[in-house]
Every structure is written in C-alpha cells, then in structure tokens.
C-alpha cells in the first residue's frame, strides 16, 4: 500500500478567517513515498483572489479564524487517526490545542507566531502507516499574527453629494485588533452613535438626517491582539468637501 498523500490547503474567508486542509490518501498495498504539498489562497485588499502553491505559513491581522481538516479519501479498509497541535513559538510543551480529532477549529487572538502540526496512524488490521515516520519532522503550517495598531481620522464629510470620506471610521491601517467600540458625542455631550466592528462606522446622520458642520467627539475602547489597550479620545470635525489629506490626527491616546 502507498504511503498517505499529504496535502494542505490554506484559504483566507474575506479578510480574518482562514481554513487549511490536510489530506490523506491511501490506495495500493506497495511500497511507501512521501510527496507533501501546499496551496494558499486568499483575498487581497482589492479583493482579488490570490494563489501559491507552495505555502507554508501566513502573516495576517487577528482576529484569524481557522478551521482545520484532515479529509481522508481512497483510505480502502484502513482506518485514519488525526491528532492535532497547534502551539506558539517557545511554547511547545505548553500546546494550545491537542486533540485527536478529524476536523478541528481554532480562533487566533494574540499577537505572535505559531505552529500547526497534523500527524496521522493509518490501520487495517495488524498493519500500521505512521506519518510522518520515525524520525521524520512532522509537516508544519507557520501562523503569524501581527501586533496591533489602531489610529482614528479628526474628520470627515458626510453627505449624499461627497464621493469620499463619508463615513467616519478606524483609519484602514488598523490590525490585530481584538475588541472595539466606539462611540460619538456632540458638544453637550451626548450620544449619537457607537459601533462595535472594527470596519464599522458613522455615517454622520442622527434620527436619518446628516448633522450639521462642526465639532463632534470620538471616545475608542479597544484591545489589541498583543495584550495593548487603547483610550482614544479626539474631536471629529465634520465638513463639506474634506479629503484625507487634510487631516491631521491628533487627538489622545492614553
């Protein structure tokens, strides 16, 4: 019978959930080759579907879901048994996951590197196929999470007749952020609006209506995926034909 073929494929759901697959073939009873492969794929910033055959690792922003399967086919009367392992860097007596299961998920939510290990034991009967063999090093998949960077603009321009910055949000930098909220007041101090996703935002309208020009504020709670807390406190100037390239930042963070 063949060794098992080994294959894994990496894709990227939209911009923070990932799959990988490993799969294992087993067919005649002959001697055994090892022939591992990788496909990557995933979705840029301009949504465009981007491939590589050869992958083995990702670099992306947390939060990055995985889900993880190994999705035997052609195994004849031999039996499969997966285990799982997935630990970070330096770490790898302390796993953070190890499970003996077929199909796995896993959500990254801190900042680092880590590794993705699957080793299989095929039976049937009293023959036994172990990948990867004595002595060999199991086959890894490299996950890197960045750390987290978080900046809010100081204005924007909403409206029906403006083409851009309509809607006031997380400057498209950000990364690796893990928990957001966000909330807009007026002079006197009340709420107007507050959002949640980190891609979310204000569209500048109260009760269905665009707000008049002026001076708002912005109050951001967030946590990065690194451990780091941010307090954003800064005034949000709404005005008509604002372009980015006039805004200056500023602001506070503590």
Not at 7 to 28: D, G, K, N, W, Y
Not at 91 to 98: D, F, I, S, Y
Not at 140 to 153: D, G, K, W, Y
């Amino acid at each position: 019978m063949r060794k098992p073929y080994f294959h894994r494929f990496f894709s990227e759901l939209a911009t923070t959930a990932l799959l990988v697959v490993a799969l294992f073939m087993a067919t005649s009873m002959q001697a055994q080759t090892c022939s591992p492969t990788a496909a990557f794929s995933y979705t840029n910033e301009e949504g465009e579907a981007v491939e590589d055959e050869e992958a083995e690792s990702y670099s992306g922003s947390a939060p990055v879901k995985a889900v993880f399967r190994a999705n035997p086919s052609d195994l004849g009367d031999y039996s499969g048994r997966y285990e799982w392992i997935i630990y970070e860097q330096g770490n790898e007596a302390k796993p953070l996951v190890h499970r003996f299961e077929e199909d796995i998920e896993y959500t990254f939510m801190t900042s680092g590197t880590f590794y993705i290990e699957l080793k299989a034991t095929f039976t049937q009967g009293d023959d036994t196929i172990v990948y990867p063999e004595e002595g060999e090093e199991p086959q890894r998949f490299t996950v890197v999470i960045a750390e987290s960077r978080l900046e809010m603009p100081n204005a924007f321009s909403p409206g029906d007749n403006d083409e851009f910055n309509k809607i006031y949000k997380a400057k498209s930098n950000h990364q690796s952020i893990v928990e957001f909220k966000a909330t807009i007041f007026n002079r006197w101090g009340q709420k107007l609006y507050s959002w949640t996703d980190i891609n979310g935002g204000w569209d500048g309208k109260v009760n269905g209506r665009v707000v008049k020009n002026g001076v708002y504020f912005v109050n951001v709670v967030a946590k990065g995926a690194d451990g780091r807390v941010y307090h954003i406190r800064k005034d949000v100037n709404v005005l008509t034909h604002y372009t980015e390239a006039s805004d200056n930042s500023g602001g506070t963070e503590q």
